[in-house]
């Protein structure tokens, strides 16, 4: 005996794209409250405190109601490894700028080698690498403030159009259409 759903071909597995697209686009939240949890999310990604990201991240996530959570955690990881040298320095350069210096960054008394867990784990190891990196750190903390600050107005546009955008397709077309 055959059962009844063998005379149905199978049916692909939807593209990542098309899975995402019908992650954001849950019919119970509005394209308002999925932008916000994006924009949220993507300006902690750019708090320049390295390490405080998930914690703030699950604060908001507990703190905040009717947010889209997994967005909010998606974009709050946009800082990870593979961008963390890029985001600090943008974060760097802006600060630069916003104090008047101009593109020039002097790290040449920056010792990167030197820098260890004592640095972290001891008071004469952390006070040796603040005199260290004094030259880049408050240019870091203001450039990296402010993104986190510009990331919420353009985070929120770009995703409330996205959103938007998505939400004019049919959810599920034919196979091969997206």
């Not at 059962?3 to 394209?31: G, M, V």
């Not at 949220?40 to 991240?57: D, V």
């Not at 350069?93 to 210096?101: A, K, P, V």
């Not at 030197?114 to 952390?126: E, K, L, V």
């Amino acid at each position: 005996m055959t059962s009844p759903d063998s005379d149905n071909p199978p049916t692909a597995k939807p593209s990542l794209w098309q899975r995402f697209r019908n992650y954001i686009l849950l019919p119970e939240l509005t394209p308002e409250r999925i932008a916000l949890s994006f924009a949220i999310g993507l300006s902690i990604s750019w708090n320049p405190i390295l390490g405080t990201q998930t914690c703030i991240a699950l604060a908001c996530c507990f703190f905040i109601k009717g947010i889209h959570r997994p967005m909010l955690f998606l974009s709050s990881f946009f800082n990870n490894p593979w961008t963390l040298v890029p985001i600090a320095s943008a974060s760097v350069f802006l600060g630069n700028l916003l104090l008047g210096r101009g593109w020039k960054i002097d790290i040449s008394g920056i010792s990167w080698k030197s820098i260890g867990i004592t640095s972290f784990t001891s008071s004469q190891g952390f006070a040796d690498m603040f005199v260290m990196l004094k030259p880049i750190l408050w240019p870091y903390l203001l450039g990296g403030f402010t993104f986190c600050l510009l990331s919420l107005p353009l985070g929120y546009w770009f995703m409330l159009w996205l959103s938007r955008k998505l939400r004019k397709k049919p959810l599920h077309g034919a196979a091969g259409k997206s």
